[in-house]
């Protein structure tokens, strides 16, 4: 028997692509390496067998700690703040595509919350002309195209997240009064996408709705 000091298993990492992610131990975005191992039983510190591959792991180029590649399925603080600010977008646009572009008050409102997400440079004219083209297309559509890009983000947000993007629809919905039955409908499947309980998505339309009578 070799004894155990002279025997071992070693693996030989190799880079296989980088990128950016966010490194948990960092607590922010960083550089990373992909690595792919191969395990070798060495004697004497001489590779002698071959013993399979390693599981891939995601190596921090700044702290050198390694997590699953699992890890690569978190968003950048980068890449959410851009996930939330087209989801903000699309929200404004297709409440207002419900029926809120006759109102002034619910285009400054929605044109807010689009320059507040992250498109300072964002004119009423343009978001008009914007929402133009989804009013071209059916409310089903609408909310289809809306529910695909918010869905994106549902997974990274905290429950009191998600329902803050569905109360600023409902604002938006209801600075010209009563929600129509297409802004309901709208804010509905938006409520499905954040994956938020009928019931829950219901009591906090009601709830916005009161606070706004």
């Known amino acids: ?22 490194c948990v131990d960092c607590g922010g975005d960083r550089r990373y ?6 395990r070798r039983l060495t004697v004497l510190a001489v590779p ?9 792991v995601v190596e921090c180029v700044s702290c050198r700690a390694r997590f ?3 890890a690569l399925a978190q968003p950048t603080t980068t890449r959410l703040a851009t996930l939330l ?12 595509a419900a029926g809120g572009t006759e109102s002034e008050p619910a285009r400054r409102l929605a044109l807010d919350a ?11 004219e343009r978001l008009l002309t914007l929402q133009a083209t989804l009013a071209a297309r059916s409310l089903s559509l609408v909310a289809t195209e809306i529910g695909e890009t918010v869905s994106v983000l549902t ?59």
């Open 85 to 96: 600010r087209e989801a903000v977008h699309s929200v404004a646009l297709g409440v207002l």
């Open 33 to 38: 390496q992909r690595l792919e191992g191969r």
């Open 114 to 124: 689009v320059r507040d997400a992250g498109f300072p440079d964002c004119s009423e």
């Open 155 to 213: 997974p990274h947000l905290s429950t009191p997240g998600r329902e803050s993007l569905l109360l600023r629809g409902a604002r938006i919905a209801l600075a010209d009064g009563p929600y129509r039955e297409a802004e309901r409908r709208m804010l509905t499947a938006l409520g499905e996408a954040l994956w938020l309980p009928s019931a829950d998505t219901e009591r906090l339309l009601e709830a916005a709705a009161t606070a706004s009578s």
């Open 68 to 70: 699953p590649e699992r």
């Open 48 to 56: 002698v067998l071959r013993r399979g591959a390693a599981e891939p």
């Open 1 to 22: 028997m070799v004894h155990s000091r002279l025997a071992g298993v070693r693996t030989v990492w190799r880079v296989t692509d980088d990128g950016d992610f966010f």
